[in-house]
């Protein structure tokens, strides 16, 4: 498996807890001949190009995972929790979780329909006092289990949506390896790595009120469908929960399908991308979005293509220089 991505998998990340993987973004980014910052909410974001206000672009990928927060400890240790993010809980219970400490335990149900507020996390322990020496209230956890490579498929969990940060790395690794100068560019590129997606996409709104780009390309990931499949290539958003994707970005991305024979599907999405937030900012930015087809969504086992993170990295590229 590629080495950069199963490290960005593995780094822990849900929202407001995005310390891990931001700074495995940093350690590739400090490695590439380009400037990035840390802003207050957090984002990570790199600038390439010069300044045209016509053309200026906002690229953005979450890096967070949705998760659990623990908002109660019992008498016998048991962690009573809130979901963080949109995520079927069913799908959590009887897998394991990790704490951002490393702490690890057993999501279990008190009853056969299972809601949020009768799940709970076992530490293994018997009494509240040995629970609190691991964690306390307010501390977060992810899913925890393996990932692997069969053949042309990346099998794991927390895909969501540290590939759209893989691919927006290997862009600009691309960009930097061909020496392509990245002051040629008719405009700014503003790559975007933003926190708190699973809460609203808080970082995204923050970025694009600092940035005030005039266009935005959303990358996130979604739940296959029998019209959206795996290694089908790339999705383009026409619309979803949040977001009616502006006609020019929606055109622009087909015109890079359809110039560089890259395969892509449309994808009419009842959740949303940080592009809900981004759109209305400032005076408006027309904003569209891309997502990677994914088998399980937010399970412990979601399936993504390898063909498709290729044609994913292929189409931020393409997009930067047809839109110059």
């Given at each position: 498996?590629?080495?950069?991505?199963?490290?960005?998998?593995?780094?822990?990340?849900?929202?407001?807890?995005?310390?891990?993987?931001?700074?495995?973004?940093?350690?590739?980014?400090?490695?590439?001949?380009?400037?990035?910052?840390?802003?207050?909410?957090?984002?990570?974001?790199?600038?390439?190009?010069?300044?045209?206000?016509?053309?200026?672009?906002?690229?953005?990928?979450?890096?967070?995972?949705?998760?659990?927060?623990?908002?109660?400890?019992?008498?016998?240790?048991?962690?009573?929790?809130?979901?963080?993010?949109?995520?079927?809980?069913?799908?959590?219970?009887?897998?394991?979780?990790?704490?951002?400490?490393?702490?690890?335990?057993?999501?279990?149900?008190?009853?056969?329909?299972?809601?949020?507020?009768?799940?709970?996390?076992?530490?293994?322990?018997?009494?509240?006092?040995?629970?609190?020496?691991?964690?306390?209230?307010?501390?977060?956890?992810?899913?925890?289990?393996?990932?692997?490579?069969?053949?042309?498929?990346?099998?794991?969990?927390?895909?969501?949506?540290?590939?759209?940060?893989y691919s927006m790395i290997k862009a600009l690794q691309y960009i930097c390896k061909h020496n392509l100068e990245l002051n040629s560019l008719e405009k700014k590129v503003h790559f975007v790595f933003s926190t708190q997606k699973q809460l609203?996409?808080?970082?995204?709104?923050?970025?694009?009120?600092?940035?005030?780009?005039?266009?935005?390309?959303?990358?996130?990931?979604?739940?296959?469908?029998?019209?959206?499949?795996?290694?089908?290539?790339?999705g383009i958003h026409v619309v979803d929960k949040n977001l009616i994707v502006h006609h020019e970005m929606k055109e622009l991305l087909e015109n890079v399908c359809k110039d560089d024979e890259i395969k892509s599907q449309y994808v009419f999405?009842?959740?949303?991308?940080?592009?809900?937030?981004?759109?209305?900012?400032?005076?408006?930015?027309?904003?569209?979005?891309?997502?990677?087809?994914?088998?399980?969504?937010?399970?412990?086992?979601?399936?993504?293509?390898?063909?498709?993170?290729?044609?994913?990295?292929?189409?931020?590229?393409?997009?930067?220089?047809?839109?110059?």
């Open positions: 498996m590629d080495i950069l991505l199963n490290k960005l998998a593995k780094a822990f990340g849900t929202s407001g807890h995005e310390k891990n993987i931001r700074l495995a973004i940093i350690e590739e980014l400090e490695k590439l001949p380009v400037k990035y910052e840390v802003d207050k909410m957090d984002n990570v974001i790199v600038t390439i190009g010069k300044k045209n206000s016509d053309k200026d672009m906002m690229i953005v990928s979450h890096m967070d995972s949705v998760g659990l927060i623990v908002n109660f400890i019992d008498e016998k240790g048991h962690l009573s929790v809130d979901q963080i993010g949109n995520f079927e809980v069913k799908d959590f219970v009887n897998n394991l979780v990790v704490f951002e400490n490393g702490t690890v335990g057993r999501v279990c149900c008190k009853k056969d329909e299972i809601k949020i507020e009768d799940i709970y996390i076992d530490l293994f322990v018997d009494e509240k006092e040995e629970a609190l020496k691991k964690v306390k209230e307010g501390d977060v956890a992810v899913l925890y289990g393996n990932i692997t490579e069969i053949e042309d498929n990346i099998i794991g969990y927390n895909l969501n949506n540290k590939i759209g940060c609203g996409g808080r970082g995204a709104r923050a970025a694009a009120f600092k940035l005030e780009p005039n266009y935005c390309l959303a990358i996130d990931s979604e739940n296959t469908s029998d019209n959206f499949k795996i290694g089908q290539g790339i999405s009842k959740v949303g991308t940080d592009g809900g937030m981004i759109h209305k900012e400032l005076c408006g930015i027309k904003t569209g979005a891309i997502s990677l087809p994914v088998n399980y969504k937010n399970t412990l086992n979601e399936i993504i293509s390898v063909n498709d993170i290729e044609l994913l990295t292929k189409v931020i590229i393409k997009t930067i220089t047809i839109h110059n």
